[in-house]
């Protein structure tokens, strides 16, 4: 089966700082990934997500690259501000949801 | 905008109590989830729906039930409550792309089971 994890946890960064959060995954065939961002008391909302026919793909102030020989994805934000405080997640495909991580920004 | 609703923001039940956890979508989507969250567990699918009336078990479908009567309307039962059961409840629903699925979730139940 698919397993999706995430590297750390926690995350904290300087306002205005990049940050970068990054995801594993265990399934090879994976095609199709999403970064979810989860707000205190909300559901997770959809951020961006990537095919495997790619490498990266670019939103607003938003990257995500994907590197398949090492089975790995990261997020990255750049200029963070004080609304990017959030929990973090990866998803693959198969409805699995990596556990996490909590980006908080520090003003 | 996609609007996904639950029937409350916080429940609090008894052990042995039958609870039903109600989820609606407004987008008219063929799929509709739910997930239970834990601490350093994440986001774990319980039960899933590909249409009406057709429901199947996700990864911990154990002490639950579904029941999808109407497209927009996906339910989870938790017949005999238990304590292990007390957790964030989250409903998702999504079109019916077979393998580019974009879900959007509703703001979540917090369940309490005493």
């Known amino acids: 089966g698919e397993s999706v994890g995430l590297h750390l946890p926690t995350l904290s960064v300087q306002e205005g700082d990049n940050s970068i959060i990054n995801c594993a995954y265990s399934?090879?065939?994976?095609?199709?990934f999403i970064w979810y961002k989860q707000e205190s008391g909300k559901g997770p909302q959809f951020i961006i997500d990537?095919?495997?026919?790619?490498d990266k793909r670019q939103g607003q102030r938003v990257t995500v690259l994907l590197n398949k020989t090492v089975k790995h994805l990261s997020l990255q934000i750049a200029a963070t501000q004080p609304g990017d405080s959030a929990v973090y997640f990866c998803?693959?495909?198969?409805?699995?949801f990596g556990t996490g991580t909590r980006l908080t920004i520090i003003p | 905008d996609v609007k996904v609703t639950q029937s409350s923001r916080y429940l609090v039940k008894r052990t042995g109590e039958k609870v039903f956890l109600e989820c609606v979508q407004d987008?008219?989507?063929?799929?509709m989830f739910w997930y239970r969250q834990d601490p350093g567990l994440g986001l774990r699918l319980i039960y899933f729906?590909?249409?009406?009336?057709?429901?199947e078990k996700g990864d911990i479908p154990e002490g639950y039930s579904v029941s999808r009567e109407k497209k927009e309307r996906f339910s989870l039962i938790l017949e005999s409550a238990s304590t292990n059961q007390t957790s964030m409840y989250l409903c998702?629903?999504?079109?019916?792309?077979?393998?580019?699925?974009?879900?959007?979730f509703g703001p979540g139940t917090r369940l309490t089971v005493l």
């Open positions: 990537i095919r495997s026919n790619m």
């Open positions: 998803a693959g495909e198969k409805l699995t």
């Open positions: 729906s590909y249409d009406v009336k057709m429901k």
């Open positions: 998702a629903s999504s079109p019916p792309q077979a393998s580019y699925n974009e879900q959007f």
């Open positions: 987008m008219d989507h063929e799929n």
């Open positions: 399934n090879s065939a994976s095609d199709y």
